[in-house]
């Protein structure tokens, strides 16, 4: 953790889906403990899956695929998209793609989907959320996007667009309900999925 707060006693053990780091920051915000490990899944886009449907189908498969090493606890998976015109826009893995991705997103809206599901490996029940960001690109010159990428190397990252550093620059506007969603974990999302498996985040220990 890198939260110098105190960590408060939870009632049920957590565990996070997933090895990013930007999850595990957001996760460490509730001041609860965790644990991290990585799902094996097959991430692969079904025939005519939306990109909304994908990452809603990728976060439960993500929590369920731990279920057996983490038998009695709440298990948090997410996944993100990126998408414009219905298509779907990933993580790009390296320069090439990152500034092919952001050529196209240069003075357009690109849609950040994000879905999370928690899952009680206890019982078996898992319930998801999905939550959506429009971000509004500036019309972007090839330099721009060279020393944008020079900067962030965002080649992890969906659409190539790091929003909590110099990303910000790229962008006019972000529409959000919620904007932890952006980075990765929807944290709204999270704490009403806690609260709808018994786990109130204010309150996380029995009394």
Not at 82 to 89: C, F
Not at 122 to 149: H, K, M, N, W
């Amino acid at each position: 953790m890198t939260d110098a707060s105190p960590l408060r006693p939870c009632a049920r053990t957590l565990v996070l889906a997933s090895s990013s780091a930007y999850r595990r920051a957001l996760l460490e915000r509730l001041r609860l403990p965790f644990e991290s490990a990585s799902p094996d899944v097959d991430e692969s886009r079904l025939a005519g899956e939306t990109p909304a449907a994908l990452v809603e189908r990728l976060a439960a498969l993500k929590a369920r695929a731990l279920a057996g090493r983490f038998p009695d606890a709440l298990i948090i998976g997410s996944d993100q998209v990126a998408a414009v015109d219905g298509h779907v826009v990933g993580k790009p893995g390296d320069h090439a793609t990152a500034a092919r991705q952001l050529a196209l997103a240069s003075g357009r809206t690109l849609r950040f989907h994000t879905g999370v599901a928690v899952l009680d490996s206890r019982t078996g029940r898992c319930a998801g959320r999905l939550v959506s960001c429009d971000v509004a690109f500036r019309t972007l010159s090839p330099e721009q996007i060279e020393a944008y990428l020079a900067a962030e190397q965002p080649y992890d990252c969906a659409g190539s667009f790091k929003s909590e550093l110099l990303g910000t620059a790229l962008c006019t506007r972000i529409t959000s309900d919620d904007p932890s969603a952006l980075v990765g974990l929807p944290l709204i999302a999270v704490v009403d999925l806690f609260a709808d498996h018994g786990l109130d985040v204010l309150l996380p220990s029995p009394r």
